[in-house]
């Protein structure tokens, strides 16, 4: 029988998380019909055959290995495209997104398209919480959206909503903009927020901070050149 719900958490470098999160995730989706698809992104701290040994315990839970470290959106894109369920659920794997969330998403979806998590408030150093409000107010402005926290890898979607976007490289930081441009509906909603506890972060200022930038430019070009038009059939 397939799942209702797939569940999809790329995963970098994160080998002393994977158990306790997957110990997470069955707490809070007991009684629930899902599977999880960890997506390994070329990790070299063991974490793949972490991953391999849970999996082999765990008949829905499964893992598809990247060969070498493709980023966040490939690692999004590959687990979106195997996902089997009629609600799509993407997370972190560093355990800072609480699991326990994931039904208060769900139950939003009975009447939006997308529902994104809101870290209202971040257990993050401060520098990464500043950035982060700086990144998200000028992500707004451009786009002209409304997203708290366009950051929050936390989100629910409708399977057959989310295979009509296409995702390039960087792009997993704008699905609010691009589920809106296809007419689909978007809210968002309060989740949790924890300290790291393992590992160190990968996304940093430094190292994302242009690109972002280029990313949010391409997506302005993107909504001001979209198509829009009606047929006139009378």
């Known amino acids: 029988m397939n799942p209702e719900i797939s569940i999809v958490i790329p995963v970098y470098n994160e080998v002393d998380s994977i158990e306790p999160l997957c110990h997470s995730v069955i707490n809070a989706m007991q009684g629930r019909n899902y599977e999880v698809i960890f997506v390994d992104d070329g990790s070299t701290d063991g974490s793949d055959q972490r991953l391999d040994e849970w999996c082999a ?33 993407s997370m972190d794997a ?13 139950e939003k979806l009975n009447t939006y398209d997308m529902v994104c998590g809101w ?39 409708r399977r057959e909503c989310l295979c009509r976007i296409k995702l390039y490289n960087g792009m997993h930081r704008f699905l609010p903009t691009l589920f809106r441009m296809e007419g689909f509906t978007v809210a968002e909603i309060i989740v949790n927020h924890y300290p790291r506890k393992f590992g160190k972060s990968k996304y940093g200022i430094s190292n994302r901070a242009f690109r972002a930038f280029i990313d949010l430019l391409v997506v302005r070009w993107m909504k001001k050149r979209k198509l829009n038009y009606e047929v006139d059939n009378d």
Request: hydrophobic fraction near 35%; charged fraction near 25%.
């Open 119 to 157: 870290r209202q408030k971040r257990n993050d150093p401060w520098i990464k919480r500043i950035s982060s409000k700086v990144a998200n107010f000028i992500r707004n402005k451009l786009s002209q959206e409304d997203i708290k926290d366009t950051g929050c890898s936390l989100k629910a979607f």
């Open 94 to 106: 560093d355990m800072q997104n609480d699991p326990a969330d994931i039904p208060k998403l769900l």
């Open 57 to 89: 315990g765990y008949t829905n839970f499964r893992t598809i290995h990247f060969k070498t470290n493709a980023g966040q959106t490939a690692a999004m894109d590959a687990g979106f495209k195997q996902a089997a369920g009629k609600y799509v659920v």
